[in-house]
Each structure stands twice: as C-alpha cells, then as structure tokens.
C-alpha cells in the first residue's frame, strides 16, 4: 500500500488530518509529522523523516504539505533520500489526504493517486 | 585572507548577534509573518553554536555544510531550508579550502543566493531576504572587480546597499511567503530575513 505523509506546521492539524481520514479509509498506512519537537508551530525536518520512514514501502510515499517552510523542508528530506518513490504533490492538505488514503486502502498505485490528486485542486465545492 | 578559525569565529558572532535581534526579528515577523523569524535564527544558531567545537579541524566547506544542514535541523521556519540552502551551496562552491579571499566569499554568496532562488521559487523585488542579498553582491562584485584592495571597504559597500536593500524593502508588496497574505497591507514594513541577512553581512564584514 502506497504510504501518505501529512506535513503541517501544527502538531495538532497534522495528527486531526490523520485522524479524520480513518472516517473513510481506516486502515491507510498513513503518519502525521506536525510542528516541532517542543511542540510550537514549525516545521521538522527530523519528524518529517520519521514520518516517511514508518510508512515507506516499495510501493512508495506520497507527502502533502501545508505552506512554506513545510514545504521547502520537505524538499530538502526529499533531497536527501533521492528516491523516485518518495514525492511531495501539491494539492490541498485536506481534501488531498482523504482522497488519497481512501486511493491508498483500496490498492491505487503511486501514479494513479498522483493522477487523482492532481485534480483535487480544481475539484469545486459548490456543485 | 581568512582561515577556517576565523570562519568559526565569524559563525560564533552570528549566533551571538541572532540572540540580541531575537525580540527585534520576531517583533518584525509578527506584523507580516508568523512571528517566528527571531526565534527561529536564534534556536538555528544556537545549535550552530554548539556544533562549532566538533568542526576546528575542518576545512571551510565542510564547516559550512554543517551549518547548512544544522539550520535546516533546527529552525523550523522558511528561514531553516532558505539559509540551510544558502550555506551548504556556499559550503560546496568553497569545498576543501582552509583560507579564503574576498573572490571565494563573493563566489559563495553568489552560490547561497542561486540556491535561495531555486528553493524559495524567488527573485529580487518580492520583499524577501534576496532584496538585501542581491545588491549587496552586485555592488561588492563591482567593487572587488574594479580592483579595490581593501576587502573591508569592499564588505562595507556590500553592508550599505544590503541596508538600503532593508530599507527599500518597506515599499514592497510581499508576493512570497506568509507575508504575501496581506498584499498591499505589507507595504511600510521591512522585510525581516532582509534584516537578518544584513546583521549577518555586518559581522562577516567587522570581522573578516
């Protein structure tokens, strides 16, 4: 199963992101890394790697990130790795996190959520 | 001509001068950002701080890089990966030296600004840190070119047109980072990683 990544720089919105995807797809091989080690809001990189490293698997990781440094941070863990497996896609945290888990428990490989949650973005509220 | 002590010593009166423009960094951030700039720099430096000790036998890439990569450990805000990127290009364009001139400093910095470009999907005129970086390279660039032997004068050109970079900062709108949430409500306030870029430069160039 394709592990998701929820980067943010809140411990609380990253673990309530993570937690609110077990209403339609309990059972995702997903993990939060929110805000720093203390606790304050920010972005770690350590955490982020951690994160990655609980769900990694050969089908891959999908990282979906708040804003600024959540993002750049997780460039530069991406950097690191330098594995084709692990991307950070750009769509929005929430709506990007229940669309993938619910792709991910039901067997949808890396590209076909790539795929999916490249049109979350455009996806309209209102009908 | 300076060494790779000297370099620790410059990086040890970096972090010293992050710790007092902690309060006046966060105070500028808390009015168009998220009011983290000054706590972060000083968390980031005060790691780099302790990690100094380790590096004395190191050569002045590899004490860069390790900056780079503290900063990007410990800060926790966009300035971690921006001047995490920044000192691990400059590292990896100065690589194995043990002494370098004014050119190997213009080159890094020329290197940490093409890095912070790339990472922060920026350019000069957006109301960041680049706004005080770029002009002071340029105006360094063109005093070390036009053969000025004095890297202090030369360091000081460099210090004046980063503050007037600070300065012309307050008269954009910021289109990156947090601070373009408030559009044309940023204008009348400067850039605070433009500031903190500057206080940086000012050491480098009492010291160097």
Redo the contacts between chains.
Sequence with gaps: MVGIVIVSHSEALANSIVELTKMMADGACIAAAGGLEDGSFGTSYERIKQAIERVYSLDGVIILMDMGSAVMTTEMVLEEYEDERIRMVDAPIVEGAIVATVDAVNGSSMDEMLEDLSGVRSTAKFG | MTDSKKVIEILLRIAREMEEQKDFLTELDNVIG?G?HGI?MARGFAEVQRKMDTLSEQDIGAILKSVGMTL??T????????Y??AFLKAGMTIGAKNEIEISDFLAALNAAIEGIKT??RSTIGEKTMLDAMIPAYEVMLLAADSGEPDCRKVLDAGVAAAEAGVEHTKTLVATK??ASYLGERSIGHQDPGATSFTAMLKVIAESF
Excluded: E, F, I, Y
């Excluded at chain 2, 800060?75 to 921006?82: H, K």
């Design positions: 998220d983290d972060n990007v450990s800060v926790g805000g966009a300035s971690g990966p921006l995490g990127t990472r922060g980072g947090r």
